[in-house]
Structures are given as structure tokens and as C-alpha cells.
């Protein structure tokens, strides 16, 4: 059985850093792509970054340059670090994970993220 479960995020200022993880258990964790995704509340979901099983990093355009996504294989462990935090990057971040970084197949519950003004 698949299980994705985030830690990290919370509430920051703007300008500051915060960083997410996410634990998968139940899948062969090299052999998958894994990325966040992101909802605010009244917006359609938004996928902000993929890792590709060969490491291979992708960015939507409003977080690339502040945010990064990296994978530690040997931990079972996705990470997300997000600096120069915005108002705008408030939502409540999922990671999933799936064969291809565009097909999700599990996701994790989600961590809030919350960037005062």
C-alpha cells in the first residue's frame, strides 16, 4: 500500500524560507517521478515542481529561481525548499508521486503553507 505523508511547512513572512518533505513507503521509490502540488483556497489546483525518476527537475514559472525540489532515494524522502516566500505562494502543498511526472498516482494529505504580508 501506497503512503505519502508531508512534514514541514507552516507560516512564514514574506521573504522567508520554509521546507517540506515527503516520506513515501509502499513503492519502489527510484523508479518514480515525484513532485508538489499546490491549491489556495478558491483556485484550481497548480503543479509547482516535478523530479523525474533520473533526476530530471521541472518548475512552473511563478516559483522557479525561489523554489527547489530534490529526492533522496536512499531515504524514501522528497524534499521541497521554498525560499523568498510570497503572499501568493500560500495553499496547501501535496506531494505525489507516479510513473511520469504528468500522471500522478498517490498523493499524500498535504501540509499548509501560509506567507503573511
Known amino acids: 500500500q501506497v503512503h505519502l505523508e508531508e512534514s514541514g511547512g507552516g507560516l512564514v513572512q514574506a521573504g522567508g524560507s520554509l521546507r517540506l518533505s515527503c516520506a513515501a513507503s509502499?513503492?519502489?521509490?527510484?523508479?518514480?517521478?515525484m513532485g508538489w502540488y499546490r491549491q489556495a483556497p478558491g483556485k484550481q489546483r497548480e503543479l509547482v515542481a516535478t523530479v523525474t525518476s533520473r533526476g530530471n527537475t521541472n518548475y512552473v514559472d511563478s516559483v522557479a529561481g525561489r523554489f527547489t525540489i530534490s529526492r533522496d532515494n536512499a531515504k524514501n524522502a522528497l524534499y521541497l525548499q521554498m525560499n523568498s516566500l510570497k503572499p501568493g505562494d500560500t495553499g496547501n502543498y501535496s506531494c505525489?508521486?507516479?510513473?511520469?511526472?504528468?500522471?500522478?498516482?498517490?498523493w499524500g494529505q498535504g501540509r499548509q503553507v501560509s506567507v503573511s504580508s
Open positions: 505525489f508521486c507516479g510513473l511520469t511526472s504528468t500522471v500522478p498516482r498517490d
Open positions: 509502499g513503492i519502489i521509490f527510484s523508479a518514480y517521478a
